[in-house]
């Protein structure tokens, strides 16, 4: 099975990887000229999770929460 991503393919079976590149010789990311942009390494993913799940992932949870208490709340308000 292979996988293709922005930047490289990899061969789940053997775990080859080949670098994508566009018409001129740079990798897709490079071609689009963008200032910073760069290849995502095993550290900014480290990274990333890392937020995820100690930032992003509770704030979700209480935001969720605190609509399900609300909506629950509201049942009970009457229009007058």
Known sequence: MVVHGDIESVNLGTGERKRRVSGNGESILESLGIPGLRPVTAADLAEY????????????IKAVARRERLAWESRFCFLG
């Open 49 to 60: 999770e890392r937020a995820m799940r100690e930032e992003v992932v509770p704030e979700i």
